[in-house]
């Protein structure tokens, strides 16, 4: 393109680094539908997230039709049952708080409402999952803003 | 704290030792569970620190199990640290796990023993099975 006069003030989208984030959580072991097909499948998918930093999770709050249980473990074994961190979960359609600073499993009968979970204080690393009784998460579940309709 | 309608579904960390640990394992209990909310699977786990030989004699269930093998470091998801010898099949074919793995176990699939050859860093083994029971059936 021959020099112009005015291109400059034109000014295409640049080409920038995205925003470095902090890392808040990173993927680990999983069984969903799609890593088990060759095998026939499971009713049933789980996953283990590595809990870094503190954060909010993005699950709106939702119930399942189905069990599901979720489960925090802690990394530093010599100090069992300390979990490393904070968390707090609402549950039921009130959001009745609770309060995790252990090793925990919470087991959800089909219906109970859950979320938001809010990871407040991670000192240590730990493990938060699911384990749905569902060929894929989600599959069975209701966000609780179409509880009501 | 007071009562609450929610807080029986939650099982907590208890310091309780359990009296079938080995050199090299820490099974790391819950509170008396009770019945899990009428739940019918369950997880539990271990933190293997040295070398050891779990689940000794080839069996199956008749339920599925997932044997899941994690790092202590969630912070590098893709080390394990250790290595780990693994009979699956009547035939027992070894297989060596030595990234963080899950191994899917169908119901009546034989498998055992979990060998843990190496442990170079400590281990999270993880047993998820869909019973309420733990029941072994000898190969």
């Given at each position: 393109?021959?020099?112009?006069?005015?291109?400059?003030?034109?000014?295409s989208?640049?080409?920038?680094?995205?925003?470095?984030?902090?890392?808040?959580?990173?993927?680990?072991?999983?069984?969903?539908?799609?890593?088990?097909?060759?095998?026939?499948?499971?009713?049933?998918?789980f996953?283990?997230?590595?809990?870094?930093?503190?954060?909010?999770?993005?699950?709106?709050?939702?119930?399942?039709?189905?069990?599901?249980?979720?489960?925090?473990?802690?990394?530093?074994?010599?100090?069992?049952?300390?979990?490393?961190?904070?968390?707090?979960?609402?549950?039921?359609?009130?959001?009745?708080?609770?309060?995790?600073?252990?090793?925990?499993?919470?087991?959800?009968?089909?219906?109970?409402?859950?979320?938001?979970?809010?990871?407040?204080?991670?000192?240590?690393?730990?493990?938060?999952?699911?384990?749905?009784?569902?060929?894929?998460y989600?599959?069975?579940?209701?966000?609780?803003?179409d509880?009501?309709? | 704290?007071?009562?609450?309608?929610y807080?029986k579904?939650?099982?907590?960390?208890?310091?309780?030792?359990?009296?079938?640990?080995?050199p090299g394992?820490?099974t790391?209990?819950?509170?008396?569970?009770?019945?899990?909310?009428?739940?019918?699977?369950?997880?539990?786990?271990?933190?293997?620190?040295?070398?050891?030989?779990?689940?000794?004699?080839?069996?199956?269930?008749?339920?599925d199990?997932?044997?899941?093998?994690?790092?202590?470091?969630?912070?590098?998801?893709?080390?394990?640290?250790?290595?780990?010898?693994?009979?699956?099949?009547?035939?027992?074919?070894?297989?060596?796990?030595?990234t963080?793995?899950?191994?899917?176990?169908?119901?009546?699939?034989?498998?055992?023993?979990?060998?843990?050859?190496?442990?170079?860093?400590?281990?999270?083994?993880?047993?998820?099975?869909?019973?309420?029971e733990?029941?072994?059936?000898?190969?």
């Amino acid at each position: 393109m021959a020099e112009s006069k005015y291109g400059k003030y034109i000014k295409s989208l640049p080409e920038v680094a995205a925003p470095p984030r902090r890392t808040t959580s990173l993927p680990n072991i999983t069984v969903h539908e799609s890593t088990v097909a060759d095998i026939g499948g499971f009713d049933f998918n789980f996953n283990f997230v590595g809990i870094i930093a503190p954060h909010v999770l993005g699950d709106p709050p939702h119930k399942h039709d189905c069990d599901e249980i979720l489960f925090f473990i802690p990394t530093d074994p010599d100090n069992y049952p300390d979990l490393g961190g904070e968390a707090e979960i609402a549950l039921g359609e009130e959001w009745e708080k609770h309060t995790i600073t252990t090793a925990a499993v919470i087991c959800l009968p089909p219906g109970i409402q859950h979320a938001p979970i809010y990871m407040k204080r991670v000192d240590k690393p730990f493990y938060f999952g699911h384990m749905l009784l569902a060929a894929r998460y989600g599959s069975s579940a209701t966000p609780a803003s179409d509880l009501e309709q | 704290m007071a009562e609450t309608k929610y807080g029986k579904h939650i099982l907590r960390g208890a310091r309780k030792e359990t009296g079938t640990d080995k050199p090299g394992v820490k099974t790391r209990t819950l509170e008396e569970p009770e019945d899990w909310s009428g739940i019918h699977h369950r997880l539990n786990w271990k933190y293997i620190t040295q070398p050891v030989i779990l689940g000794e004699e080839p069996h199956s269930h008749d339920f599925d199990e997932f044997l899941c093998f994690t790092t202590l470091n969630p912070a590098e998801p893709k080390v394990l640290g250790a290595e780990i010898e693994l009979s699956l099949g009547k035939e027992e074919e070894k297989h060596i796990i030595n990234t963080p793995s899950v191994v899917c176990i169908p119901k009546g699939m034989v498998h055992s023993p979990v060998n843990f050859k190496k442990v170079d860093k400590p281990v999270l083994f993880c047993n998820i099975y869909l019973s309420p029971e733990y029941v072994r059936k000898p190969a």
